[in-house]
């Protein structure tokens, strides 16, 4: 059973501050990871896509990749209310073809003015 | 906004009743999916199409067929569906094994 385990939250943090939100999966043959944000009621927005160790920047949104450690988190610094969503980490089958991607339970953080 | 569109946004039915929703993108992209998401879960893979054939099934219950016309357009049939069967039901697709997946808006159904 491929597991992809978030914590659900909700992380509160002020405006301006720095969120980390992580995410651990369990198929150690997986090769891509995915971060979706999600408003209540809307479909999963692609925030950032990662392959390979280390980090990837992209404005304000940093992912960091671990593979041997089975980890990859999000940065988003300098946080906004209207970052406030359900963040969803995503992470590919191993040897699926195309995506099939497992999904985690998301992490709801909660950003205050 | 999205690059992939789902109609309708809304869909209430009955569980005699047969519906169908609709995906189109015009990116190019050869693989599109459906996934079933309810309320405060993960969305959970129904389907996948690779170059218009049906590549993947969840073990998806019969009360739900894909289908998939051309690499532009895909659909889901729904007949005789239950009322757990309510959820908003999200296509998307990728260009690509290993490219991200692209989601459209969904479609919020209720079955009563």
């Known amino acids: 059973q491929k597991e992809v385990e978030q914590n659900s939250g909700p992380l509160s943090v002020p405006e301006g501050a720095i969120a980390s939100l992580n995410c651990t999966y369990s198929?150690?043959?997986?090769?891509?990871f995915f971060w979706y944000r999600q408003y209540s009621g809307k479909s999963p927005e692609l925030i950032m896509s990662?392959?390979?160790?280390g980090d990837k920047e992209d404005g304000r949104f940093t992912a960091q990749l671990n593979k041997a450690s089975q980890y990859v988190s999000l940065l988003i610094r300098d946080s906004q209310p209207s970052d406030s969503a359900t963040y969803l980490c995503a992470v590919t089958e191993r040897n699926t073809g195309f995506q099939k991607l497992v999904f985690g339970t998301g992490t709801r953080l909660l950003v205050s003015p | 906004d999205t690059e992939v569109t789902q109609t309708p946004k809304h869909l209430v039915m009955g569980m005699t009743n047969k519906k169908s929703l609709k995906c189109e993108q015009h990116?190019?992209?050869?693989?599109m999916y459906w996934y079933k998401q309810k309320a405060k879960k993960p969305p959970e893979l129904m389907f996948v199409?690779?170059?218009?054939?049906?590549?993947i099934n969840e073990s998806v219950p019969s009360r739900f067929s894909p289908e998939c016309p051309n690499s532009s357009l895909l659909n889901l049939h729904l007949h005789a569906l239950q009322p757990e069967d309510s959820a908003l039901y999200l296509c998307?697709?990728?260009?690509?094994?290993?490219?991200?997946?692209?989601f459209g808006n969904g479609t919020r159904l209720t079955v009563t």
């Open positions: 990662i392959y390979s160790n």
């Open positions: 198929d150690r043959g997986s090769q891509s």
């Open positions: 998307a697709s990728s260009l690509s094994y290993n490219s991200p997946l692209h």
């Open positions: 990116m190019g992209h050869r693989a």
């Open positions: 199409y690779s170059y218009e054939k049906l590549s």
